[in-house]
T-cell receptor, first 117, second 112 residues
Framework: EPEVTQTPSHQVTQMGQEVILRCVPISNHLYFYWYRQILGQKVEFLVSFYNNEISEKSEIFDDQFSVERPDGSNFTLKIRSTKLEDSAMYFC???????????????FGDGTRLSIL | SQKIEQNSEALNIQEGKTATLTCNYTNYSPAYLQWYRQDPGRGPVFLLLIRENEKEKRKERLKVTFDTTLKQSLFHITASQPADSATYLCALANNAGNMLTFGGGTRLMVKP
């Protein structure tokens, strides 16, 4: 069964440094998402992306965050100047179509654990 | 503000019994509701989706109900097995369907 893959599985970065998290969504999917989960807390939405544009973003997704689909397969999340509170598990997800269509589950990767020191 | 609440206490049941998990929401009018399973250190895995005009949905040993009047969904696992032990997440989509808001999840422990 096709999977969403994320790399690296664990990223350790010094506070203030830039970090790029990478995702390869399922190949025929058109909608892409990033979520984060701070240890012991809820999964929180960050951003959704379709047709090379952000379609929705949360309050968490401030100017320090950006997303890009640099080629036909990768989907990246960049954090420009990391803070201690950015430490979390970051999940990428994709869906074949958007939520306006019936039965559009999101398929999640197993995440990148980001640790800010 | 919008809230999704799941019982934060772990649910412990004996193998073979039916597990029932609850998801309550306020200040939402969702078009549909989704249930996911999350194992430790893994991403959520989609289980079932139910639309607002559906009362009940089944898939193998899983059953979901959706009561838009009570603003509640119930998730049932019949004939539970130790392998069903995981955290179960309820999620609601915004009107555009491009953003999921998750509940805090309920941890289910099925004892042999």
């Amino acid at each position: 069964e096709p999977e969403v893959t994320q790399t690296p599985s664990h990223q350790v970065t010094q506070m203030g440094q830039e970090v790029i998290l990478r995702c390869v969504p399922i190949s025929n999917h058109l909608y892409f998402y990033w979520y984060r989960q701070i240890l012991g807390q809820k999964v929180e939405f960050l951003v959704s992306f379709y047709n090379n544009e952000i379609s929705e973003k949360s309050e968490i997704f401030d100017d320090q965050f950006s997303v890009e689909r640099p080629d036909g397969s990768n989907f990246t999340l960049k954090i420009r100047s990391t803070k201690l509170e950015d430490s979390a598990m970051y999940f990428c997800a994709s869906s074949e179509l958007g939520g306006g269509f019936d039965n559009q589950p999101q398929h999640f990767g197993d995440g990148t654990r980001l640790s800010i020191l | 503000s919008q809230k999704i609440e799941q019982n934060s206490e772990a649910l412990n049941i004996q193998e073979g019994k039916t597990a029932t998990l609850t998801c309550n929401y306020t200040n939402y009018s969702p078009a549909y509701l989704q249930w996911y399973r999350q194992d430790p250190g893994r991403g959520p895995v989609f289980l079932l989706l139910i639309r607002e005009n559906e009362k009940e949905k089944r898939k193998e040993r899983l059953k979901v109900t959706f009561d838009t009047t009570l603003k509640q969904s119930l998730f049932h696992i019949t004939a539970s097995q130790p392998a069903d032990s995981a955290t179960y997440l309820c999620a609601l989509a915004n009107n555009a369907g491009n953003m999921l808001t998750f509940g805090g999840g309920t941890r289910l422990m099925v004892k042999p």
